[in-house]
């Protein structure tokens, strides 16, 4: 059964995480079925502009005939390109749908947003057999935007790198500083809510750490709420476990988020995380976590003085979070879209016949 994993051409300084999820994916297949063979295929060109676009379309689709492929699965990104596969072989995995909630009332915004529905949710869902979605909440935003049978989508979730879970092997944390705690924050996209996090912190004594890409416009709130800050652009994998490694709480109060990766990282590494309490985070946080309403200043300054000042609570929420990450380990994960590979492979099945 040859199943053809569908990437994005990577760019030199850009976000590869899908694919990072996808190759852990791929690394557990032979243990679980030796009945999938894995390819994997790149866009020859960057998702910029309608003729690259089209390019990719028309090649994936030469690509996968050549290949007589059984199962096309788009990982992620691009999922335009099942405008050239045979719907009846192709799985869209969706990761999130918060492209779709960046744009203002604008004319040209209301433009941008109505073609990103059309060829990067509605035409994909339609022109797939199945749909996987990371969460329950992607699930039920993707049902809200295009009206589709529930029976279609599969919650198949995101997994925790092999690499984190490695990292956190014979991994002692260090004692956590009450007096002037490294915050760790990663990412700066409109989601991430940094106006509201950057205010909610005035007064607090601590340090935050930022590892994005800052606009002037946060630099300037930093100076204005008087934010002692460490700000790193990017950083490789080591340094990403070694900002881990080193702070004392995660921040991670989005507004929507498809999944939301630093989650379950911070909870592999046994670090106190405040997350939002709507959207994906819940889910994917588990029970007996800390979430804060992430429209409220004064919420998410009151969770981060709780996970500051009461110790008892902190290692409560620390532990509760080494028991949620089991759920995400990517044997498990691999072996639920094996499950639905073998399932695609007969042609006879219905798409009723099988249920998230």
């Not at 744009?103 to 057999?129: A, E, G």
Request: glycine share 4%; hydrophobic share 35%; aromatic share 10%.
């Amino acid at each position: 059964m040859k199943v053809i994993y569908l990437h994005r051409k990577p760019r030199q300084f850009g976000n590869f995480s899908i694919e990072s999820y996808f190759e852990d994916i791929r690394s557990y297949l032979p243990s679980i079925s030796k009945k999938v063979e894995p390819i994997v295929y790149q866009s020859p060109f960057f998702s910029d502009g309608i003729l690259p676009r089209i390019k990719n379309i028309l090649d994936a689709k030469k690509q996968t005939q050549n290949l007589k492929s059984d199962i096309n699965h788009i990982t992620g990104d691009v999922h335009f390109l099942t405008m050239g596969l045979n719907p009846k072989k192709t799985i869209l995995t969706i990761h999130d749908c918060a492209f779709l909630e960046q744009h203002t009332n604008s004319v040209k915004d209301k433009l941008k947003r109505k073609f990103l529905k059309t060829f990067w949710l509605d035409i994909p869902v339609k022109q797939s057999r199945f749909v996987t979605a990371v969460s329950e909440a992607t699930k039920n935003e993707i049902i809200k935007h295009t009206n589709c049978d529930p029976n279609k989508i599969i919650v198949i979730p995101t997994t925790i790198s092999p690499k984190f879970e490695e990292a956190s092997k014979n991994y002692i944390p260090k004692e956590f500083n009450s007096e002037k705690p490294i915050i760790l924050q990663l990412g700066a996209a409109f989601n991430k809510n940094l106006e509201r996090l950057f205010e909610s912190l005035e007064g607090i004594n601590c340090k935050l750490h930022i590892i994005a890409p800052l606009s002037e416009h946060h630099f300037k709130l930093l100076k204005r709420y008087k934010i002692d800050y460490k700000h790193e652009d990017k950083v490789s994998f080591e340094q990403l476990i070694l900002a881990y490694k080193n702070c004392d709480l995660v921040s991670f109060v989005s507004t929507i988020e498809g999944f939301g990766m630093p989650i379950i990282e911070a909870q592999t590494l046994s670090k106190p995380i405040i997350t939002s309490n709507i959207s994906s985070m819940p889910w994917v946080a588990g029970k007996n976590s800390f979430l804060v309403n992430p429209y409220s200043i004064t919420e998410i300054k009151e969770g981060i003085l709780k996970i500051i000042n009461d110790e008892n609570y902190r290692n409560e929420r620390v532990q509760n979070g080494l028991e949620n990450v089991k759920r995400f380990n990517p044997k498990t994960v691999a072996s639920q879209y094996v499950e639905l590979y073998e399932r695609m492979e007969d042609r006879k099945l219905g798409i009723r016949s099988i249920s998230s």
